[in-house]
């Protein structure tokens, strides 16, 4: 790698999407800094060859070193508080990792001159859309406090974009799942069933399994996101297939993957679970003629495939 390479600075890349993201980036020869609390992430996602920077975004004075070190040309902003039921017992907690922290990242890249932001929002900003799939043009009405912070931050980012301080792109991300997600994230159900059933213990669907998510494989997530970083500033933009997968669907997958031949139990419904979601891709398609291209069955057998292999990391 050589010392002009360009230079990428990923918040949450010790986490299960930005530690993919690393991944990638390095292996395009991108040098790499990683900036991440470790307060859902781990410091063995990030290779050993990757500058990383163990600093929580709330703290502007530590960040504005490590960005003035760096001296990033584009960074992907992924970390985030990602527990919609901790936003809702502690909004104030959400709100200062996922706006000011945000800000933070925001005004440390602008004040080195980094080109570019690059945001990993998500399906949350809808709520509960009114039709599906969902376009980045229908309403953002969130229903729950994650989902009103990650959506504050987009409109921060375009406020700076507005004035010309930095160029953005907004990814809304639907549910990504895919090897290395822990089971307690916004959409650990994958990993869930997944180290279940590889245990044989008993699975539950939370109500009466019609529920639906857009399920969309970590690798095309990442792809996506390299792509945001080149091509046009200001693009908003939803990452999924735009099909929704039901709870049931996703049981079946999992426990075919598995060789699980047990049903699921039922528990009751969760309350704030929206009904049903599912992503329209087709301004990501448009502007950086991107794809989703892994099917559901192969995604869960890659993913029931590393729960065997390192099953602590489904915790
Ligand atoms: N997983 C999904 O399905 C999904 C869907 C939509 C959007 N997203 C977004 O994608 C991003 C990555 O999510 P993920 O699933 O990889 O979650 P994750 O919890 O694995 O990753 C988040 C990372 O951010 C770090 N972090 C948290 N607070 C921090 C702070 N104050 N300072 C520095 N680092 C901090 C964590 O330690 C972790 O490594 C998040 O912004 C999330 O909102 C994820």
Known sequence: MTDSAPRALVTGGAGFIGSHLVDRLLADGRRVCVVDDLSTGSAGNVPSDVRFQRVDVCDLASLGEVFAAFRPDVVFHAAAQTDVRRSTREPDFDARV????????????????ARRI?????????????????????????ISDYGASKLAFEHYLGAHAARGLI?????????????????????????????????????????DGRKTRDYVYVSDVVEATIRAAAGPSGVVANIGWGREISDLELFRAVAAATGYAKGPT??????????????????????????PSVPLGDGVRRVVEATKAKPELAR
């Open 118 to 142: 690059v945001y990993a929002s998500s399906a949350a900003v809808y709520g509960d859309p009114e039709r599906l799939p969902v376009s980045e043009a229908d309403p953002t009405r969130p």
């Open 266 to 291: 039922h528990a009751a419904d969760r309350r704030g679970d929206i009904a049903r979601i599912s992503l329209d891709p087709a301004v990501a398609r448009r502007t950086w003629d991107w794809r």
């Open 167 to 207: 160029e953005h792109a907004v990814l809304r991300y639907a549910n990504v799942y895919g090897p290395g997600q822990r089971a307690d994230g916004e959409a650990g159900v994958v990993a869930i069933f997944a180290r279940q059933m590889l245990a044989g213990e008993p699975v539950a669907i939370f109500g």
């Open 98 to 113: 996922n706006v000011l922290g945000g800000l933070n990242v925001l005004r440390a890249a602008a004040a080195v001159g």
